[in-house]
């Protein structure tokens, strides 16, 4: 299960990656959203094969060992956002 927990932990810091890279850019203020960071349901949407609730699990874990850091933002009032905090 640890061996798991890393791999998802190392995909969803890519997913984050590919977020800055590829997407953000069309979430910025002037697309309507004020939010810098990535959004949760942008991570559910690379891991569809795994459960809600084994991401939701692994990002709480990330967040204790200050991998990522949550955030609100406006853009995505209903969601919460994951900003990356190592490189």
Known sequence: MANHVDNTEQLILHAIDVWDREMKQLYEPAAG???????KRFIYGCFCSFERRFIEQT???MVAKG???KHDCDGFPEDFCLKKEIE
Request: a negative charge.
């Open 67 to 69: 991998l990522v850091s």
């Open 33 to 39: 959203h004020n939010c810098p960071y990535c959004p």
């Open 59 to 61: 990002i709480e874990e």
